[in-house]
């Protein structure tokens, strides 16, 4: 938010005073770490080995995980939703839905099987928070996918209710597999080249890993303890 500052170089001065130093002006300069250890994770791997690794890692986090390409991928997302138990169904309102082949799924084929289908509409307020809160299903695209933690990253913007990925009763991730990076530390890199490009970031940034769960009473891990109790990632061969 753009606006005035009032004061701020006395109060500025006025800490440096009471820590008895003078008030640095200058910027700091980001260190150059001798060892970056974080950078040699996964770090040749390609699209294939690092689906690999978040496969792997989904029977760790309880989710399930399906691949497929952009011909299948309506059929796919049927018979997920199917075994979810039907609608009804929230998701964003994104365009690559259309661009994927879905519409007729949404619009159509859902339809015909009295699934209701409510599509995040900004416009609206409070009544999107009341359709995520009562929804089966909660569908949402993963826009940067950590396969060594089995991590989908989501970035919230007028059209992509955070509420979607988490009042749902289950949760569907669709994950182009171009989005899959070795770990944090990547996706990371991505939202500081956005930020550098753009001059801003996403709203809200949600990293989500499978199904809600804790471990917090006597490390006995608990799944489907609030927020979604069962998840499901699709890969799509987008490449």
């Given at each position: 938010m753009a606006?005035?500052?009032?004061?701020?170089?006395?109060?500025?001065n006025q800490?440096?005073?009471r820590l008895e130093r003078p008030r640095i002006s200058s910027s700091v300069e980001r260190p150059i770490w001798k060892f970056q250890p974080q950078y040699e994770v996964l770090k040749n791997a390609t699209q294939d080995?690092?689906?690999?690794?978040l496969t792997e890692q989904c029977k760790k986090i309880h989710t399930n995980i399906h691949v497929t390409d952009k011909k299948d991928l309506a059929a796919t997302l049927n018979n997920v939703v199917s075994d979810y138990g039907g609608g009804p169904i929230v998701t964003w309102k994104d365009e690559r839905f259309s661009q994927w082949g879905l519409d007729p799924l949404f619009n159509q084929v859902w339809s015909d099987q009295k699934i209701e289908v409510y599509e995040w509409d900004h416009l609206k307020g409070k009544e999107n928070i009341a359709k995520a809160e009562r929804a089966n299903?909660?569908?949402t695209i993963s826009e940067v996918t950590l396969a060594e933690s089995g991590t989908v990253v989501l970035y919230s913007d007028e059209n992509k209710g955070r509420t979607v990925s988490f009042l749902p009763a289950t949760y569907i991730a669709l994950i182009p597999k171009s989005t899959l990076v070795p770990r944090i530390t990547q996706a990371a890199q991505k939202m500081r080249e956005i930020h550098k490009k753009t001059g801003h970031v996403a709203s809200c940034i949600n990293f989500i890993t499978g199904p809600s769960n804790s471990a917090d009473i006597e490390l006995n891990l608990?799944?489907?303890?609030?927020?979604p109790v069962k998840a499901s990632y699709i890969v799509i061969n987008d490449l």
């Open positions: 606006g005035m500052i009032q004061n701020r170089d006395k109060f500025l800490i440096a005073s080995e690092l689906l690999e690794v299903v909660g569908i608990v799944v489907g303890v609030h927020g």
